[in-house]
């Protein structure tokens, strides 16, 4: 392959890796996290990040290695086309003065002939010839000299031409070997910038992963640190059965509390009626639990369709109304609270109400009418209510600029979790114990206690609608809390079949075990006592339960899971933050 072709050659190689490298990214965006499951996304996120990198840019070092050879090669056929070139500059050089001496000579003799010629003729020449044999020698001597002559100026003429090419050439190589010496240099430059900013770049995203991988064992260790804490004066459950006082008849007896209930994200309405009764705002309320979103105060009074869920499916078939009057019409908590110091609660319930209700019409196209989405009716509430959502009337929540879709629970039992949406792009609310004092104020001073939340701490043994198999409170005996150690002991350390873990009840289904095949699997037959810990992250993190084989340390996630699954009848436990009850 030609000198020419070669550096074509590695020109377009190195081009087409320059390339590549064009279509990276060199620079980290801006990432943060602020719980356990936020980091690990972002983590996640970044990791991919690294190794497409990664994978994108050792290929191409190790082609670019590879070319190194072949780039030395090129330099060295430049630095040789630059040392030939140096050498015929050197040439034309002597050939130039070779040619000055030579036109002198020859300039000289024209002369000279010149002179002759006029000094003299053919006549005067045969007369001052002694003889034949001179003047045949003069005349030879004569024809010698004119053609010395010609040969002389045919030379001088042909190395005019030649020269002149030469330096063409040479003009025309020196600038070729120049810009094929700086294409080489900025391209090799360029890749070795490219090469650079790309470690760079796979160097910052592992500095990033490291600094949140720190900040997520940093939540992790947070979420470990356990505590204990008497649940002391809590308000009284609806039910007189799934109270910490009830007496079952029987000792000793169990029993779960659960922390709130359904679930446990954005706004509390009973944490709200507390947090207005200590004299909050409606906007402090809002901003405590949907965290820095924008409060909108004239925000478009837009339609709202309304729909029904037919086989799980959304139909948008029940109309529309305007969204203040939809507010109005929103039975979702009760206006006599307005009577007790809790109209700025009202308030924030209709600001959040209606913020749900544009998100969601915007992402499904309508919104239901029951507590699936949130309790709508066809005439106004009126009262306390109708006042509250007039005195807010233009107020709509936004994050990431959208409507947020603003979830709220009755009860969380005083511990919100974050949440986030692809609605709002992500927009994230905080977690937080929702008490005066934080955690420390938790349970006394907690704001559902200060409203007097039913749910706030209860020990459920029906469903919503009233439905209780047969049992007429929660509570277990020693034998039936040994039977769900068992079934733990079935879920999580072996030995038998886990879909048999269900309750012994003509209420449900399947082939459960008896509570004689599980004590005979895990052992345990009685249950004396029960200690609960729990985690700063809103969990309860440990049960500690003294039984007939000693003590068994149980994580809290996981008895939650088995007493879901194998308590009798209805028992359930509705929050991850939860109390387990001896007397």
Not at 182 to 211: H, M, P, R, T, V
Request: net charge neutral; hydrophobic share 35%.
């Amino acid at each position: 392959m030609s000198f020419s072709r070669r550096f074509n050659f590695v020109c377009l190689l190195l081009l087409g890796i320059g390339i590549v490298f064009l279509n990276l990214p060199f620079f980290v965006k801006a990432v943060d996290c602020d719980s356990e499951e936020s980091c690990a996304i972002e983590i996640e996120k970044l990791k991919k990040d690294l190794e497409a990198s990664t994978n994108a840019t050792t290929p191409l070092e190790k082609q670019v290695e590879n070319f190194e050879a072949r780039i030395d090669s090129a330099r060295l056929g430049i630095a040789k086309a630059k040392k030939q070139a140096e050498d015929l500059a050197s040439d034309i050089k002597k050939r130039e003065a070779d040619l000055v001496h030579h036109y002198k000579i020859f300039s000289n003799r024209v002369a000279e002939s010149y002179k002759r010629a006029r000094t003299s003729n053919q006549l005067s020449f045969l007369l001052s010839s002694q003889n034949a044999s001179q003047l045949t020698k003069e005349l030879a001597y004569q024809e010698s000299a004119k053609a010395q002559d010609d040969r002389l100026i045919r030379s001088i003429s042909e190395e005019i031409s030649k020269l002149n090419e030469d330096k063409k050439k040479l003009e025309h190589d020196q600038e070729r070997l120049a810009s094929l010496s700086k294409q080489l240099d900025e391209q090799a430059d360029f890749l070795k910038g490219e090469i650079s900013k790309a470690k760079n770049y796979q160097k910052d995203l592992s500095g990033k992963i490291a600094e949140l991988s720190a900040k997520q064992q940093s939540i992790l260790a947070g979420k470990s640190a356990t505590f204990q804490t008497s649940v002391g004066d809590v308000p009284m459950a609806d039910d007189p059965a799934s109270r910490p006082n009830y007496d079952p008849g029987f000792s000793p007896a169990f029993a779960v509390f659960s922390f709130g209930a359904p679930h446990f994200k954005g706004l509390s309405q009973y944490g709200a009626y507390g947090r207005a009764k200590s004299g909050q705002s409606a906007e402090e309320i809002l901003k405590a639990y949907y965290g820095g979103v924008e409060i909108k105060k004239d925000y478009p009074n837009e339609t709202i369709v309304l729909g029904r869920y037919e086989n799980g499916k959304l139909i948008c078939d029940q109309g529309s109304v305007d969204l203040e009057t939809y507010a109005k019409r929103i039975y979702e908590v009760p206006n006599g609270w307005g009577d007790n110091g809790g109209m700025e609660a009202l308030k924030a319930q209709a600001v959040a109400a209606k913020s749900y209700a544009l998100a969601t019409v915007k992402n499904r196209g309508c919104i239901c009418m029951t507590e699936d989405c949130q309790v709508y009716k066809p005439s106004n509430k009126g009262g306390n209510w109708e006042t509250a959502v007039n005195a807010v009337s233009g107020w709509v929540m936004t994050a990431n600029g959208n409507p947020l879709w603003a979830q709220y629970a009755a009860s969380s039992g005083g511990y919100q979790e974050s949440y986030s949406s692809s609605y709002n792009s992500g927009y994230q609310t905080p977690s937080f114990w929702d008490a005066q004092g934080g955690r420390s104020g938790w349970t006394s001073q907690a704001y559902e206690n200060i409203a007097g939340s039913y749910w706030f701490y209860k020990a459920w043994y029906k469903t919503r609608s009233g439905d209780s198999c047969g049992r007429n409170h929660p509570w277990l005996t020693s034998e039936e809390m040994a039977d769900i150690l068992n079934a733990w002991v079935v879920m999580y350390k072996g030995g038998g079949d886990s879909g048999r873990v269900t309750p012994e009840s003509s209420c449900f289904d399947g082939n459960p075990y008896s509570k004689n095949e599980l004590a005979n699997i895990g052992g345990y037959t009685s249950v004396t006592g029960v200690n609960v810990s729990y985690s700063d992250g809103g969990v309860t993190a440990e049960v500690t339960f003294q039984t007939n084989k000693g003590e068994l340390k149980i994580k809290g996630s996981e008895f939650y899971k088995v007493f879901n699954l194998r308590a009798p009848a209805r028992i359930s436990v509705k929050s991850g933050l939860f109390n387990i009850e001896k007397k």
